[in-house]
């Protein structure tokens, strides 16, 4: 089974950096990917970490540790809108034909305040 | 231009109708996904294709049905629909020819409320 742990709730200024958490407990490991999700509107995807390390897009970093069973995403340069939610989703076990599916965590609602 | 459509956008029913919700891509993608979204629950999996011929129920397929009606067409529908199958629905296309990342796109959604 996967279990996917994010804060429900982040509060941060405009300008400043946030880190998101997440951790999971999965049955095999193929992948951590972030998407935002503005309030309505469909998940976009922002990163991708299947080795460990930090991977660096712009304003937006993503983090892996597959020994600890944990990521975080780093917004740096908040804007207000980025105001959103941010899923966490882990691919893991093998479901045939070269594919996996996809488990999403609850999310992480960032409110960027003046 | 939209790559993935999902028709309709907003829908109210009511318990014991039958609906159906259609999704359609020309992202060319070969993989289609349906997930339902709950408040705090996340994003569920409903059911999955990899390709025409080829159907797989996901974590909560009770009470759902799926069509692939062709590579860019996947339907789901809902029987005989109950108040708690009110939920934001949405469509995703991914691509097996993509590598190892195989990233997921999702489509607008579509926003079901059963009475």
């Known amino acids: 089974g996967q279990n996917i742990d994010q804060p429900t709730e982040m509060t941060a200024t405009e300008g400043a950096i946030v880190q998101i958490n997440c951790t999971y407990q999965?049955?095999?490991?193929?992948?951590l990917f972030w998407y935002q999700q503005h309030a309505g509107e469909a998940p976009t995807f922002l990163s991708y970490?299947?080795?460990?390390g930090l991977e660096e897009k712009g304003r937006f970093s993503s983090f892996l540790s597959r020994s600890k069973g944990y990521s975080y995403l780093l917004l740096k340069e908040l804007q207000m809108k980025d105001s959103a939610s941010y899923l966490c989703?882990?691919?893991?076990?093998?479901?045939?034909?070269?594919?996996?599916?996809?488990?999403f965590g609850k999310g992480t609602k960032l409110s960027v305040i003046p | 231009d939209a790559d993935v459509t999902q028709t309709p956008r907003n829908r109210i029913t009511k318990t014991g109708k039958r609906i159906m919700l259609e999704c359609s891509q020309t992202k060319g993608h070969d993989r289609m996904y349906w997930y339902r979204q709950d408040p705090g629950l996340g994003l569920r999996l409903i059911y999955y294709s990899f390709d025409v011929k080829d159907i797989n129920k996901g974590e909560i397929s009770d009470g759902y049905s799926v069509s692939r009606q062709a590579q860019a067409k996947f339907s789901l529908s809902l029987e005989s629909a109950i108040p708690n199958q009110t939920a934001l629905y949405f469509c995703?296309?991914?691509?097996?020819?993509?590598?190892?990342?195989?990233?997921?796109?999702f489509g607008p959604g579509t926003r079901l409320l059963v009475l």
């Open positions: 970490n299947v080795l460990d």
């Open positions: 989703a882990v691919r893991g076990s093998y479901s045939g034909a070269g594919s996996y599916q996809l488990t």
């Open positions: 995703a296309t991914s691509s097996s020819q993509s590598g190892s990342v195989q990233t997921q796109y």
């Open positions: 999965t049955s095999g490991f193929n992948g």
